[in-house]
């Protein structure tokens, strides 16, 4: 993976060839330095990724890091991960599902909007704040499993989603 992904000092920064087409799989360590980090913008705008695997070493998410990955279908995330920065994954419109793990305290403003195949998220407990947007233009969502009654909503989080979607 590492003559297809760009990784300084522990963070992700891009791919070596921004027109790869496929997967990728984060690894854990690069030269023997963990893998901690994905920079914000690191994959925006490679739109052949088709799915992404990030381990249990990664803890935060740049800000539109995935941002219009538009074949991007699939995403595993690691259980490490505690910050995921705004738009993140906006506009990844063939993304199905996203299962978040507990620890992440907050979902950013506009993280998954524009995702229109984005038909169930899993919300973990502990999820205090959800932001703007957040699911905004999710128009496949059916089914979001669990919101938690401690999590505070920002506005218009759900805006143009599926109508019969259930919670």
Same mark, same amino acid.
């Not at 963070?11 to 901690?36: A, C, F, M, S």
């Not at 994954?89 to 506009?110: M, T, V």
């Given at each position: 993976?590492?003559d297809?992904?760009?990784i300084e ?13 496929g997967?990728i799989i984060?690894p854990e ?7 901690t980090q994905?920079?914000?913008?690191? @994959?925006?705008n $490679?739109?052949?990724?088709?799915? +992404?695997? &990030? *381990? ?5 998410? !740049?800000?539109? #890091? =995935?941002?219009n ?16 920065e705004?738009?993140?994954f906006?506009n ?8 978040l793990h507990?620890?992440?305290?907050e979902?950013?403003?506009w993280? @998954?909007?524009? $995702?229109?195949s984005?038909?169930? +998220?899993? &919300? *973990?407990n502990?999820?205090?704040?959800i !932001?703007h947007q #957040? =699911? ?5 969502l059916?089914?979001?499993d ?9 506005y ?12």
């Amino acid at each position: 993976m590492s003559d297809i992904l760009k990784i300084e000092k522990g963070v992700v920064t891009g791919l070596n060839n921004k027109d790869y087409e496929g997967d990728i799989i984060v690894p854990e360590y690069d030269n023997h330095i963990r893998v901690t980090q994905i920079a914000a913008e690191a @994959f925006a705008n $490679c739109e052949r990724v088709i799915s +992404v695997e &990030i *381990p249990d070493s990664i803890t935060s998410i !740049g800000k539109f #890091a =995935f941002f219009n990955c538009k074949r991007l279908k699939a995403v595993t995330l690691g259980h490490g991960i505690n910050k995921i920065e705004r738009s993140a994954f906006q506009n990844c419109e063939a993304l199905e599902s996203i299962e978040l793990h507990y620890g992440i305290p907050e979902i950013a403003s506009w993280t @998954f909007s524009g $995702c229109k195949s984005l038909k169930e +998220v899993v &919300i *973990p407990n502990g999820v205090k704040y959800i !932001g703007h947007q #957040a =699911f905004a233009d999710c128009v496949s969502l059916e089914h979001i499993d669990t919101l938690s009654s401690e999590t505070t909503l920002g506005y218009d989080v759900f805006q143009n989603m599926y109508s019969k979607c259930d919670d």
